[in-house]
Structure formats: structure tokens, C-alpha cells
């Protein structure tokens, strides 16, 4: 009796404890709206709260993560409805872009967002909703948002006599990456760094690269990029300007692997100048945002929208 006892009181414990583990989604599974048919729980209103603490250092009033929440079936919805729907692989890739910004890895931001009560579903929930939104409005209202030369021009010279155009440069080139796969050893990602710098002594032309590229395992060179003066930074802009036309520039060793860049052309060419481009910027946005303000309000009206439990 004595040895059983012990025994027993854990196996109640242990019931116990699964018994709670089995009640708590229960409880945060409990539906607070229906939109469309589609639930939305306590869980997730809790998790969305969550990630906008994280993200805007600011505490959201209940209703608000709610209607973000409401908002953001009827995107997808919508989205479905025109056949806009991001494969996991792209949410994915979005994910991912978002640690590279942070410099951080995918792993990382999944950790970070875990130790603050956040599941990475819930930031790739929103991401989806943005994505699928971002495409509608742009595809279905693209003329609409179009912002008109004069009008910019007009907008910029209210601010006196500012210039529409300065003179800049105009860079043509392809990017090359060796595949370094991960969780390759150091030693092999040196042996790649000198193949780069091998294939920097041998490259003198665009036309050279393209066909040693091309044909050369685990390596791949992309398609022509053009950039001029205000679409990069001063750092990679000198880097291009004291590369010789058709020759690679110094390896760098990314996620990717061992980037280069050989550069095709380089000539000069007039680009708009920064206020042009703010102003520019600032009516795009403003119609952008009045469009889709008035899209979502209509979807919304035909939306239903089922409160169960507030």
C-alpha cells in the first residue's frame, strides 16, 4: 500500500494536469465573431493584441484588434474571390525577409516572437492579409492610383523653385550567387570565396559571365538589373563606380551563398530628384490609402458580421 500510493497520486497529478491543458483552448477556442462564416476566437484576438504590443509599443483597445481581426477575413476573402491567395512559400520568403531586414535569421524571430506569448502563425496571418490586400487594390485599382506627371510637377514647384531633375547615373548589371547550402563548414565557404575571386580575374565582360555562369554548378546568375544614383545607397554606388565596366565586383558572403555583382553598363542620365520623388511618394500614398479606405467599407457593408460573445 505504501509503494502504491505514491503512484496513484501521481497518475492523479498527471490527469490532472492534462485534464487543464485540454480546458484552456477550450476556453481561448470560445468564438467571439463570425465573419462570413469564419470564426474568430478569444485566442485570436489575444494573440493579435499581443503582436501589436510587440510591434507598435502600444496597447490596443479590445474592439480595435477586433475590427483589424474582421478586416482581415474579409481581405482574404475577397482575395479568393480574384484568385489572389500567397502559397505557403511565399508567406514563407516574406517571413524570412522580414528577419533579413532585422538581421536577424528566420529561427531568431521565431524565438523572439515565442518568448513574448506570440506564435509565428499569427505574424504570418497578418502578413497574408497584407499581401493579398497590397495586390487587390494595386491590381484592380491601378489606373485610379496612377499620380500624373503635372500634378507632381505642379505640387513640387508650390514649394518654390525646386528642380524636377538632376543629373545622376544609370547602372545596368546581374547579380551572381556560388550556392554555399547551409550548414556548410568554414572551410568550404573559403574554398567558395577563392573560386570567387578566380572567376574575378577571369570575367571581363557581361557576355563572359553569362556563359560561364550559366553553365557552372551550384552557381546561377540572375537576369539584368537597372538601378540608377537615387535607387542605391552612397556605399554600393561607389562600389559600382570604381568597378571596371563588365568585371565583378569583391565577393560577399550572404545567406545565399557567395554574392558578386558584374556590372554591364554604367552611363549618365537624369533622375528625379529627391523632393520630386517624396512628393511623388506622399500622393501615391494618399490615394492609395483613400482607395482602399473606400473598398473595405463597401466589402464590409455586405460582410456578415456575427458578434456571439463580446
Known sequence: MTTTLPVFRLLLLVLGA?????????????????????????????????????TTQKTPSRQEVINTLIDDKIKLKEGKKYGVDPAASDINQSYEGMAQRMRISPEMLTKSLEVKGVRPDTLKSRMRS???????????FKEKLIVGEKDVADKVRQGGDEKLQIEGTEYKMQPIVLIVPRGSSSAFQETRMKEAEQYRARIGSCEEANSLFRSTPNATIRETVTKTTADLPEALRKVLDDTPIGHLTAPEVTKSGIEMVVLCSRKPTTIDTPKKREIQLKMYTEKYEKTQKAYLDELRKAAMIEYRNR
Do not use: C, H, Y
Not at 467571439?32 to 484576438?45: C, L, Q, R
Not at 497584407?130 to 494595386?138: H, I, K, N, Q
Open 18 to 54: 492534462v485534464l487543464v491543458l485540454a480546458g484552456a483552448p477550450a476556453r481561448a477556442q470560445n468564438i467571439v465573431v463570425m465573419v462570413n462564416g469564419e470564426p474568430i476566437t478569444d485566442f485570436d484576438i489575444e494573440q493579435r493584441t499581443k503582436l501589436d504590443q510587440l
Open 130 to 140: 497584407e499581401m493579398v490586400w497590397t495586390s487587390l487594390v494595386r491590381g484592380r
